[in-house]
C-alpha cells in the first residue's frame, strides 16, 4: 500500500522508528529522548536525529525545552479532539468512497485480516495488533480512489496516542466486534451503513482514550452543538 511505502531517507526512517517506539509503550510518555543515545542506536550522525526531533515535535510527540532537551510530550486531550473530529470527517468519507469499489476478494482480505488480530490480541501481542489495525483501516482507505485523502488520514494517524490504551483486553474485545461489524458493513455494499459503521468505531475508540485520561468519557465533541 503507498501508506506503508518505506520512507526514504535516514531521518524519515528515525522518525518512523521513534513513532513505533512510543507507540508500542517501549518509549514511554515523559521519557527524555537523547541524541548521541539515539544516534548510537540508529548507527548515525546527530544531525538526522535532531531533524526528527523537529518533526516528531510539529506532531506533538515529543517535546523541547530550553536547557533541558527533548521528551516524550504528555497526552493533550484538546489535540485529541481535534484529531478524533478531522478523522471522523476524512475516515467517514473515505470509508463511503471505499465501500463501491472493493471487490469480493478485497472483502475476503479484509476478513483475514481481522482474524490475524484476534488472534494477535489472544496471543497478547499488543504491537502486532497495532500493526495489524493500520493495515486494516488503510486497506480500505487506499482504496477510496483518493490518493490524497488516504495521505491526509495517514497524517492524523501520527499523532493519535495509539499508546494509550495499549494491551487494555476490554478495548480490545470491542475494538475486534467493530472491526467485523465495519466489514459487513462494507460487503452489504451499503456506503451509509460502512460510515456508520467507521464512526462508531472512531467514537467508541476516543471515549476510551478519554476515560482512560480522566476526561468526560460521554462526551463525543464532533456531536456537540454548534454555537
Known sequence: MRSQQPLGTKRDQIVDDLRQLIFSGEIRRGERLRQDALAERFQTSITPVREAFRILESDGLVIS?????????????ARVETIYVLRRLAETYAMRRATVRVSALDMRTAEALVADMERAGSAHDSEQVRRLNRTFHFFFYDRCGMPGLADHIASLWTSFPWDVLLGSPERLRASGEEHREIVRAVRSGDPDAAAAAIENHLREGFLAVTAHLGGDETTDPFDDDLV
Open 65 to 77: 525545552e530550553p536547557h533541558r532537551g527533548v521528551r516524550v510530550a504528555a497526552v493533550d486531550l
